[in-house]
């Protein structure tokens, strides 16, 4: 069973940055990708931003070039770093992990609330 952990979430007001954290309760060098995912109230859930085993990233069109995904095998961490936030940023946020055999795991999501 694999744990994961997000924080990080608060209320900030737009234009402002956040930097979520993701921490894992294994190693994630046995993921195969993980990422983050968002849910805005009366929305689906959708992608954010991802990363494979392999290093290579993928972004939703709506923040490409403001967030960034990264992640630290050392510490077992995924992280989103978000900067010029907009109020249509506001959601809860999820961080994902895909073993080799597609097995999905998801945390327990936080906050991300931008408004003045």
């Known amino acids: 069973q694999v744990q994961l952990v997000e924080s990080g979430g608060g209320l900030v007001q737009p234009g402002g940055s956040l930097r979520l954290s993701c921490a894992a309760s294994?190693?994630?060098?046995?993921?195969?990708?993980m990422g983050w995912y968002r849910q805005a109230p009366g929305k689906e859930r959708e992608l954010v931003a991802s990363?494979?085993?392999?290093?290579?990233?993928n972004y939703a069109d709506s923040v490409r070039g403001r967030f960034t995904i990264s992640r630290d095998h050392i510490k077992n961490a995924l992280y989103l770093q978000m900067n010029s936030l907009i109020p249509e940023d506001t959601a809860v946020y999820y961080c994902?992990?895909?073993?080799?055999?597609?097995?999905?795991?998801w945390g327990q999501g936080t906050q991300v609330t931008v408004s003045s």
């Open positions: 994902n992990a895909k073993t080799f055999d597609l097995n999905g795991y």
């Open positions: 294994r190693t994630i060098l046995g993921f195969y990708s």
């Open positions: 990363i494979t085993s392999g290093g290579n990233t």
